[in-house]
């Protein structure tokens, strides 16, 4: 597509992002920045030639779309490009945004609007992000159904879920609840966690098991964008 340059020089190459149509968890207390590092992971699938579906729970199209409008922006302020306006409508035809109101967000549902997309030949997506999904208000079954679900349409799932301060728990792969105890069902796990003058991106798991090194990447405060820290 010849947007090469922008994907190898993502920081986000650090992460070791692929195809793999495995799940992946972004943690952090709100406001720290998921939503942002869930539309950069969009964004650097769509350049690597795939169609990304942007789940939205709790939020509208608008704001949503906003959140792609300036990361999109942020992208071509550090890496320019000679045609902009087409890098613009190449995201706008690899993505489309699906939002469900709070509490009315399940698998069935979610299969049921999948199945539409795909067999109407719609949209057909290589890559989904769920921002917004209530991880307290879940259990390992019923998660577990959406894992299901998504490796049976061989998609890559990126979650977000909201991390509390005041509570301590955490699994033996360091966690925080309230996915201490569904961490099993992710090969990825990402927590931001707040540092003096930026926030660190911690890489809880990789592959499935217990991280062994820091992925030494951070979010810009001023604009969110990864960068090394």
Request: glycine content about 6%; hydrophobic content about 40%.
């Amino acid at each position: 597509m010849g947007y090469e340059p922008l994907v190898k020089q993502n920081p986000l190459r650090a992460l070791k992002l692929g195809n793999d149509r495995k799940m992946g968890l972004i943690m952090a207390r709100t406001g720290l920045g998921k939503t942002a590092l869930l539309v950069q992971i969009a964004l650097d699938s769509i350049l690597r030639g795939n169609r990304v579906l942007h789940i939205s729970i709790g939020e509208s199209l608008d704001k949503t779309k906003l959140w792609y409008d300036d990361m999109l922006q942020a992208v071509l302020h550090e890496c320019p490009v000679a045609r902009p306006h087409e890098l613009i409508d190449l995201v706008r035809q690899h993505r489309m945004i699906m939002t469900f109101k709070v509490g009315a967000f399940d698998r069935e549902r979610l299969e049921e609007r999948l199945h539409d997309l795909i067999q109407q030949n719609i949209f057909t997506p290589d890559c989904v992000v769920i921002d917004g999904f209530d991880f307290a208000a879940t259990d390992h079954a019923k998660l577990q159904g959406i894992r299901a679900l998504m490796a049976e349409l061989k998609l890559q799932t990126w979650f977000s879920a909201t991390s509390h301060r005041d509570d301590a728990r955490v699994s033996p792969s360091g966690v925080p609840a309230p996915c201490h105890e569904l961490d099993d069902l992710f090969e990825n796990v990402i927590l931001l966690k707040p540092e003096q003058d930026h926030v660190a991106l911690q890489i809880l798991r990789d592959k499935g098991s217990k991280a062994a090194e820091s992925s030494h990447l951070c979010l810009d405060p001023a604009t969110m964008m990864v960068k090394q820290a």
